[in-house]
């Protein structure tokens, strides 16, 4: 079965650090690849998602993510962090074909301090 | 377009109890997922639904139920319920098939079992 690791639980920054969350991903096909996020009281919202084609994808409030295939990656970068990016970032996976549920990484809290 | 709203918000229930979950999704989505979402488990795929169909299932026992209606409001039904089905149940809709499409979530119903 499909499974997304992400390694970082809880990342703690200063305001204007750079981010970067790990993703990896279990399955040798074909695979459509998001990163969601949820800010404190607020619904899951997708950032970004990669289906095809270039592989650096950006996505809303300044984030992107590399789609690195070799290394069944998907991780999500931001060049200087926010306050208000301060929310859990989940990164999830759906197979291209078949099955197309999303399955969901377990989630990182990431927390700026101004 | 309004968003995808779930009903009740907050419901408290206890053990051997059953309980229905309601999602209307944004209009004009055909597809309705189910996910339960818990600190030990994070988010599960429970089912997805589109033009009335169950389309997916994930791993979840026959207590777990859900239906879709001609107007793509979906419930979700869990019967005897347990101690272990408390969590945040979000519901989440597409146009199109999950997995394809971008998935707008809802606010969740927070369920406790007692």
């Known amino acids: 079965a499909q499974s997304v690791s992400q390694h970082n639980h809880h990342v703690i920054l200063s305001e204007a650090a750079s981010l970067e969350l790990g993703c990896n991903y279990s399955?040798?096909?074909?695979?459509?690849l998001f990163w969601y996020v949820q800010y404190p009281g607020q619904h899951l919202q997708l950032l970004l998602k990669?289906?095809?084609?270039?592989?650096l994808v950006k996505g809303i409030k300044g984030f992107e993510a590399e789609f690195i295939k070799s290394k069944f990656s998907f991780n999500l970068r931001k060049p200087s962090v926010q306050w208000s990016d301060t929310a859990e970032y989940f990164c999830?996976?759906?197979?291209?074909?078949?099955?197309?549920?999303?399955?969901f990484g377990s989630g990182t809290r990431l927390q700026v301090q101004p | 377009k309004a968003g995808v709203t779930q009903t009740p918000r907050y419901l408290i229930k206890t053990r051997g109890q059953q309980v229905t979950l309601s999602c209307s999704p944004i209009s004009g989505h055909r597809s309705v997922s189910w996910y339960q979402q818990t600190p030990g488990q994070g988010l599960q795929f429970l089912f997805e639904?589109?033009?009335?169909?169950?389309?997916n299932k994930g791993n979840f026992p026959g207590r777990f139920s859900g239906r879709q209606f001609s107007n793509s409001r979906s419930e979700m039904n869990v019967s005897t319920l347990e101690l272990g089905d408390s969590a945040l149940y979000l519901c989440?809709?597409?146009?199109?098939?999950?997995?394809?499409?971008?998935?707008?979530f809802g606010p969740g119903t927070r369920l406790t079992v007692l």
């Open positions: 990669y289906f095809s084609g270039d592989p």
């Open positions: 399955y040798g096909g074909t695979v459509n």
């Open positions: 999830a996976v759906t197979l291209d074909t078949g099955r197309r549920a999303l399955t």
């Open positions: 989440a809709s597409s146009e199109g098939l999950a997995g394809v499409d971008e998935q707008f």
């Open positions: 639904y589109f033009s009335e169909t169950q389309r």
